[in-house]
């Protein structure tokens, strides 16, 4: 079976379900922390923390494919506050075994960023590394 999610074409995506403010983290936090960020490219919203970085399969970053071939450089991280997410959570297509998706929007401007992981006992989110610029 072909693994890999469908994407969007359009940057902004209306998405039923979507709760921009749906966080862990709220702005504030994530810039008084010190640290560099990685932020929304489209708008500037802190998105990540470099420190949440982790590893899936071995690896932070993957190259993966979706059904229509369109390549994804997808970074792993334990959280992402400037995050909301919405959509029902799938398994069709999943990059990852076990795990099921749902969208991962920019809670500024709804751009997508990447998609969030949820197994039975572990969380993550897959950024879209194109999609962020360090700060």
Do not use: K
């Amino acid at each position: 079976m072909f693994q890999g999610h469908l994407f969007i074409s359009c940057r902004r995506l209306e998405c039923p379900g979507h709760d921009p403010f749906l966080v862990d983290e709220s702005r504030a936090d994530l810039e008084s922390s010190g640290q560099r960020m990685l932020l929304c490219r489209a708008c500037g919203q802190p998105i990540a923390s470099p420190r949440d970085r982790i590893e899936v399969g071995g690896r932070h970053i993957h190259a993966l494919f979706n059904p229509m071939g369109i390549l994804f450089e997808v970074g792993c991280f334990a959280q992402a506050g400037g995050c909301g997410f919405g959509g029902d959570s799938t398994l069709a297509f999943t990059w990852f075994a076990g795990y099921a998706w749902r969208f991962a929007f920019c809670r500024q401007c709804s751009v997508q960023l990447g998609w969030e992981y949820q197994s039975r006992s572990d969380r993550f989110v897959g950024l879209i590394m194109t999609e962020l610029r360090e700060s």
